[in-house]
């Protein structure tokens, strides 16, 4: 399909409600998630939502393999999550750095819900109901933030701890995005 380009930090669009989707298994949506795979795998993300792409749909995707972002992370086999709803399990959280697709070059450091249970669909409309903790209970709640209108650094308590990768891990070799 296409690589779309991914709208950044101060376009209007990222701070609307998504819209619940209604039909699942239509053409519309198999594209937008061709659309959104292809975005997200161009520039090495772990994860997209919808409307960063411009489509104001409760839709996201999250994906880690061996990621160059992310050396530590977690695998999580890639899952296509529709009209999510998280769950906090107890009131644990953890902090650890975050970037995003729409804030290419920064990272931030974010307090995150260490367990969570999340529920939603595939774009089948089959139901997916999963308990997770960590790293993946973190890229769930940055993702699903996303259809809320929240970007991550309105979550940074502490605003020392956001800037640009390159700075703050200056013997990394993290990539400009
Ligand atoms: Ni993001």
Redesign the pocket.
Known sequence: MTIKSVLRMGDAQLLNIAEPVVHFGTEELRCLLADMRDTMQALNGV?L?AP?IGVPLRVVIFSVQANTRYPDAEVISETVLINPVITLLDDLRNEDWEG???LPGLRGRVARHTHIRYQGFDEQGIAIDRIVSGFHARVVQ??CD?LDGIL?PLRITDLRQFGFGKELFPDSNINDD
Do not use: P
């Open positions: 994860g939502a960063q995003c697709l729409s940055h993702e996303h991550y």
